[in-house]
């Protein structure tokens, strides 16, 4: 069974920075891209980053230049560390593979930018 599970969210101060992980289970991690994608209440999901199997990176256009993705394929892990952090990244931030044809997601993690 496929499964995800986020942590690393929080409160944090305009400009500050924090670090989220997805550990991954049920399936051959590294063989497969993974995906950060958040959603403010009431608002749509919004993909964020994706990392493939062989390490190449993409951003949406809000994270260039202040979130990185990384994976670890000998912990199953894969984080997002994102800096300069702004009100407007506040959501709930959810990990996400594609696998067998259906999309996974963990429960999220709520990152809250506030001062």
């Known amino acids: 069974e496929v499964q995800l599970v986020e942590s690393g969210g929080g409160l944090v101060q305009p400009g500050g920075s924090l670090r989220l992980s997805c550990a991954a289970s049920?399936?051959?991690?590294?063989?497969?891209?993974m995906n950060w994608v958040r959603q403010v209440p009431g608002k749509g999901l919004e993909w964020i980053s994706r990392?493939?199997?062989?390490?190449?990176?993409n951003y949406a256009d809000s994270a260039k230049g202040r979130f990185t993705i990384s994976r670890d394929n000998a912990k199953n892990t894969v984080d997002l560390q994102m800096n300069s952090l702004k009100p407007e990244d506040t959501a709930v931030y959810y990990c996400?593979?594609?696998?067998?044809?259906?999309?996974?997601w963990g429960q999220g993690t709520q990152v809250t930018v506030s001062s």
């Open positions: 996400n593979t594609l696998h067998g044809g259906r999309n996974y």
């Open positions: 049920g399936f051959t991690f590294d063989d497969y891209s």
């Open positions: 990392i493939n199997n062989g390490g190449s990176t």
